[in-house]
């Protein structure tokens, strides 16, 4: 393609972009071609998939006003905030909307002052962020994609699924809710008019998704459900629990630092110690986080949260036991 066509292909979309009314004879006036020209141009600009089209009223072409975004004044750190965001899903097949996030960071890059850019580019090269391991996501853009549709158009899906909780491959109609990012993987929250509740579904578990031209409409008492609760993560068991766990001096700075959920109170002692508080939705989820710490936590509160730590972990010494070890 000839350089004047190009220029003439930039001109066209910033013409049809401006909001001005653009007849065809407009735009042949302008672009200085003739109006099989300017038709040549708008079917390369279809073939280009930038969604221009006929406002019959006014007898003009438009751009879709959502197809450009305006542009934005950004501050160095907002910059650097958004290419280290970026940089995270960068290059990595394991989380959907990896594809998007690079060429949004390569034109983030290609608009920014060369000082600018350099300066960041030196920056970024001596920063490195290392997430928590995640759950492969490979080819699931599409099915990303068509679920946030689904969410936003409140559209009802049929899904072939395979269920750890059940053990087998279902087939569930579901009303999507909302898509979260908990711990490792995206989730699909769900009320299911298969099991009459609303659950929630991994990604990389769906195995067939259609998503119908029949809508929904959600109670409100669901529009504003998370579909976790009060859960220590994500799995709600439909009881509350006031939790007390005491941590030793050796872990209780690193426990004490993080948010680990929004009821956590902590009571810090004299020897370094901490007694933590939580009041949560289930023990099961909970049961092996404590675990992980192993002899440097001990459970205060309830009984039965202590009494699936005590069994978990003499089910583990025996393992051992048994071997000799």
Same mark, same amino acid.
């Given at each position: 393609?000839?350089?004047?066509? #190009? $220029?003439?292909? *930039?001109?066209?979309?910033?013409?049809?972009?401006?909001?001005? !009314?653009?007849?065809?004879?407009?735009? =042949?006036?302008?672009?200085?071609?003739?109006?099989?020209? #300017?038709?040549?141009?708008?079917?390369?600009?279809?073939?280009?998939?930038?969604? $221009?089209?006929?406002?019959?009223?006014?007898?003009? $072409?438009?751009?879709?006003?959502?197809?450009?975004? %305006?542009?934005?004044?950004?501050? *160095?750190?907002?910059?650097?905030?958004?290419?280290?965001?970026?940089?995270?899903?960068?290059?990595?097949?394991?989380? %959907?909307?990896?594809?998007?996030?690079?060429?949004?960071?390569?034109?983030?890059?290609?608009?920014?002052?060369?000082?600018?850019?350099?300066?960041?580019?030196?920056?970024?090269?001596?920063?490195?962020?290392?997430? =928590?391991?995640?759950?492969?996501?490979?080819?699931?853009?599409?099915?990303?994609?068509?679920?946030?549709? =689904?969410?936003?158009?409140?559209?009802?899906?049929?899904?072939?699924?395979? !269920?750890?909780?059940?053990?087998?491959?279902?087939?569930?109609?579901?009303? %999507?809710?909302?898509?979260?990012?908990?711990?490792?993987?995206? $989730?699909?929250?769900?009320?299911?008019?298969?099991?009459?509740?609303?659950?929630?579904?991994?990604?990389?578990?769906?195995?067939?998704?259609? #998503?119908?031209?029949?809508?929904? @409409?959600?109670?409100?008492? @669901?529009?504003?459900?998370?579909?976790?609760?009060?859960?220590?993560?994500?799995?709600?068991?439909?009881? *509350?629990?006031?939790?007390?766990?005491?941590?030793?001096?050796?872990?209780?700075?690193?426990?004490?630092?993080?948010?680990?959920?929004?009821?956590?109170?902590?009571?810090?002692?004299?020897?370094?110690?901490?007694?933590?508080?939580?009041?949560?939705?289930?023990?099961?989820?909970?049961?092996?986080?404590?675990?992980?710490?192993?002899? @440097?936590?001990?459970?205060?509160?309830?009984?039965?949260?202590?009494?699936?730590?005590?069994?978990?972990?003499?089910?583990?010494? =025996?393992?051992?036991?048994?071997?000799?070890?």
């Amino acid at each position: 393609m000839r350089i004047s066509r #190009v $220029y003439r292909l *930039l001109r066209l979309i910033t013409m049809l972009q401006s909001g001005r !009314s653009c007849a065809v004879s407009q735009l =042949a006036r302008e672009l200085e071609v003739s109006r099989r020209t #300017v038709f040549r141009d708008l079917n390369m600009l279809e073939m280009a998939h930038i969604p $221009y089209y006929f406002d019959r009223e006014q007898g003009t $072409y438009r751009i879709n006003r959502h197809f450009f975004l %305006p542009p934005v004044n950004l501050t *160095l750190p907002e910059a650097l905030t958004l290419l280290v965001g970026s940089r995270r899903v960068r290059g990595s097949s394991v989380l %959907p909307l990896a594809a998007a996030s690079e060429r949004a960071a390569v034109k983030l890059e290609s608009v920014l002052p060369a000082a600018v850019r350099d300066y960041l580019g030196t920056v970024l090269d001596r920063m490195e962020v290392r997430p =928590a391991p995640a759950a492969r996501h490979e080819g699931l853009d599409e099915t990303f994609d068509r679920l946030i549709s =689904a969410v936003a158009e409140r559209k009802l899906c049929r899904t072939v699924y395979v !269920s750890f909780h059940e053990r087998k491959q279902i087939t569930v109609t579901l009303e %999507p809710r909302r898509l979260a990012f908990v711990g490792r993987a995206w $989730y699909l929250i769900a009320y299911s008019r298969t099991h009459r509740q609303q659950r929630t579904f991994k990604l990389g578990r769906i195995k067939k998704l259609t #998503v119908t031209d029949q809508t929904f @409409q959600p109670r409100e008492d @669901q529009e504003q459900d998370t579909g976790f609760g009060d859960a220590w993560s994500m799995i709600p068991e439909g009881r *509350l629990h006031n939790v007390h766990l005491h941590f030793t001096p050796k872990v209780a700075g690193n426990v004490a630092e993080v948010n680990w959920h929004h009821s956590q109170r902590v009571e810090w002692h004299d020897d370094g110690s901490i007694d933590f508080h939580a009041r949560v939705d289930g023990l099961g989820e909970i049961t092996w986080w404590i675990l992980g710490y192993g002899d @440097q936590v001990k459970v205060v509160a309830p009984a039965a949260l202590a009494g699936r730590v005590a069994t978990m972990a003499r089910n583990v010494a =025996a393992q051992y036991e048994q071997r000799g070890a």
